[in-house]
């Protein structure tokens, strides 16, 4: 079993939809990170989280220490969001930035 | 300048070629990392330079060499490389401590042939 499990692997859907991804993991971590990789590599980061909740214009990222779980939410999808969402935690505290990635969601959001 | 750039965009080369990817960004930050990313899966940490020193390696075998010059320099040299080494290279930076975000290149795609 994968110490960052998402869920769903694949979320294909239309244009305006509010979409959720989500993410487990089963370690204790002292941070969340939500990543977004585009076709071609690039990758941007959009969330660190170790409580609560982020909003970012039309992104929203919640976080459940307790239950282990982390959701991404996406309001009035565009099909510019289509791309590879990825999950990652940070285990302890030292120095730099150790992750481990979960296998991420393809999203494809159709005009 | 949030930018962390890395070259070359593409690279190909054979098993006995000697290369080097570069990476560099300008914003502070002493923490840089090389990610290796095989199509369709999550990137995997090679390694981690903190204050321009090698703080971790993930059992990286020593056909791929790591070097920090400075604080807004990262290298990695490349010999004698396997087909199986062929993936995208992901350069990333942050700060050493308290880290908000990482900030990643575009990466160097790199076919070994």
């Known amino acids: 079993k994968n110490e960052v499990e998402q869920s769903p692997q694949n979320l294909t859907a239309q244009e305006g939809e509010f979409i959720t991804i989500n993410c487990s993991y089963s370690?204790?971590?002292?941070?969340l990170h939500w990543l977004q990789q585009h076709p071609g590599g690039g990758i941007v980061s959009l969330f660190m989280l170790s409580s609560g909740k982020k909003k970012h214009g039309r992104l929203i990222a919640t976080i459940n220490i307790q239950e282990k779980h982390s959701s991404l939410h996406i309001t009035a999808s565009h099909p510019r969001d289509s791309a590879v969402y990825i999950c990652a935690v940070k285990v302890g505290e030292t120095s730099g930035s150790r992750l481990t990635f979960g296998e991420g969601t393809q999203l494809t959001v159709n005009p | 300048d949030t930018e962390v750039t890395q070259t070359p965009k593409h690279l190909v080369m054979g098993m006995t070629n000697k290369k080097s990817l570069k990476c560099e960004q300008h914003m502070g930050h002493r923490a840089m990392y090389w990610y290796k990313q095989k199509a369709k899966k999550p990137p995997e940490l090679m390694f981690v330079?903190?204050?321009?020193?090698?703080?971790i390696n993930e059992s990286v075998p020593s056909r791929f060499s790591p070097e920090c010059p400075n604080s807004s320099l990262l290298n990695l040299h490349l010999h004698a490389l396997q087909p199986e080494d062929s993936a995208l290279y992901l350069c990333?930076?942050?700060?050493?401590?308290?880290?908000?975000?990482?900030?990643f290149g575009s990466g160097t795609q790199l076919s070994v042939l």
């Open positions: 370690v204790g971590i002292s941070a």
């Open positions: 330079y903190s204050y321009e020193k090698l703080s």
């Open positions: 990333a930076s942050s700060q050493v401590q308290r880290v908000e975000k990482l900030f």
